[in-house]
């Protein structure tokens, strides 16, 4: 070969006694094929074969199949994000005419989508109460194609029945589609309890590090994969060999950092609990939270990711209080090493269940710090927002001491 060719021609390695544990990163956009005919049949290959590298890569599929048994599925799809997955769960399974219920306490980007996007498209959206089966049931019709969950509900927590929402739903002919973000597989698996398809935004947990952005969707039946893997391709929706091979790293450990970070986070609920600045903590582990019942028939376990609800009067200091903070830091999404707090808004993001308390709820998420620095950046957090509200708050330093006593 000429030099110019033979930088250009790569030759076949052969992997014959090369097994690595690491899953090798297939970068590729062109597939080859060893004949004319092969080229011609390709779609011969079926879902698993390889014919385009937007349409997966030994790397991507790895991944996709390790999510597939994690949730108990029949096929997975990549895509960029954890919003994309929602997104993408939906659209390819509506048309005119189509309408949608979507849970009230559901992420406010997919509220988004549904009253921009689907709306245009001619899909009537509307929102239901989370909590109540009988609201869910008064606005199913003929037309209903889809029901939303997201359990436990954004910021809010609040818990759904999944069971009883697929009876209602499957009755009616509709699909249930579930945001399992949260809990991830390992603590909740909503196709086992009657869901139809299932949305993870790997960015949090799966990938666990705070560096990758991908959204996985999981379905339980072959007569989903059709429309999902069509509309992916006629979007050119692909996601990255290297960031999938990153969140293949992240599942390795996720089951430690899970149970670490949510054994932290039940201390620093208590923490916060302990606080008279503190009017409800809301965790679904904790038997005052909504719908804790049902957490604890259908879950397996926690995350780390809960919500805070201040006094009247502790509320207006909370947001500037956070630059006290030295452990935590101040930033949205969760699920990586690093602790975070966040103050989010609600009541615009309410319509069938209005939220009635202040339009302030503070998200925390627990990472892998030490559990005495969390605490103490806690505790000055607290001091701060006493002062400020003119409260006198010692006992709340002397029950982190007592505590690491």
Same mark, same amino acid.
């Given at each position: 070969?000429?030099?110019?060719? @033979? ?16 899953? =090798? ?17 390709? /779609? ?5 074969? %390889?014919?385009? /590298? ?6 991507? #599929? ?11 599925? !029949? ?6 994000? /954890? ?32 009253? #921009? ?9 509307? %929102? ?31 818990? @759904? ?9 499957? #009755? ?13 597989? !390992? ?27 991908? =959204? ?15 509309? !992916?391709?006629? %979007? ?26 949510? @054994? ?70 969760? =699920?990586?090493? $690093? ?23 503070? $998200? ?36 982190? #001491?007592? @505590?690491?006593?």
């Amino acid at each position: 070969m000429n030099d110019l060719t @033979q930088c250009v021609v790569t030759p076949k390695v052969k992997l014959d006694g090369f097994d690595s544990l690491g899953v =090798g990163v297939h970068r590729a956009s062109t597939i080859v094929f060893e004949s004319a005919e092969a080229y011609a049949t390709r /779609g011969d290959r079926g879902d698993d074969g %390889y014919t385009y /590298g937007l349409y997966g890569t030994p790397t991507t #599929r790895t991944l996709e199949a390790k999510i597939t048994a994690l949730e108990g599925g !029949l096929r997975t799809f990549l895509v960029p994000s /954890g919003q994309a997955a929602c997104s993408l769960a939906i659209l390819p399974l509506v048309k005119a005419g189509d309408k949608i219920l979507i849970a009230d306490t559901a992420y406010p980007p997919v509220r988004d989508f549904a009253d #921009r996007d689907l709306t245009k498209f001619g899909i009537e959206v509307e %929102y239901y109460d989370p909590t109540s089966l009988s609201d869910l049931e008064a606005r199913m019709d003929e037309r209903t194609r889809i029901v939303w969950c997201e359990s436990p509900g954004s910021t809010t927590m609040e818990l @759904q029945d999944i069971p009883a929402i697929a009876a209602i739903a499957h #009755r009616s002919g509709a699909l249930v589609g579930c945001d399992n973000t949260w809990a991830t597989p !390992l603590n909740f698996k909503p196709l086992e309890h009657g869901a139809d398809i299932v949305a993870e935004a790997l960015t949090k947990y799966f990938s666990g590090h705070s560096d990758v952005l991908m =959204g996985s969707i999981t379905v339980a039946s072959e007569d989903l994969v059709g429309a999902i893997k069509a509309t !992916l391709g006629r %979007y050119g929706i692909g996601v990255s060999p290297d960031d999938a091979s990153m969140v293949l790293r992240g599942m390795e450990t996720m089951g430690v950092r899970l149970k670490h970070a949510s @054994q932290a986070a039940s201390v620093i609920c208590d923490q916060f609990a302990q606080s008279r600045l503190v009017g409800s903590v809301l965790f679904p582990p904790r038997p005052e939270c909504p719908g804790h019942h049902l957490w604890k028939r259908d879950f397996s376990g926690s995350s780390a990711v809960f919500s805070v609800i201040f006094t009247p009067e502790a509320t207006p200091h909370v947001a500037d209080a956070l630059d006290v903070l030295n452990t935590f830091a101040i930033g949205a999404s969760w =699920g990586g090493t $690093r602790s975070l707090m966040a103050p989010m808004p609600v009541k615009r993001f309410r319509t069938a269940r209005p939220w009635a308390g202040a339009d302030l709820v503070l $998200r925390i998420s627990i990472g892998l710090e030490a559990l005495s620095d969390l605490q103490t950046d806690v505790a000055a957090f607290l001091t701060c927002i006493a002062q400020a509200a003119g409260t006198d708050r010692a006992d709340d330093q002397n029950w982190v #001491r007592l @505590q690491q006593k």
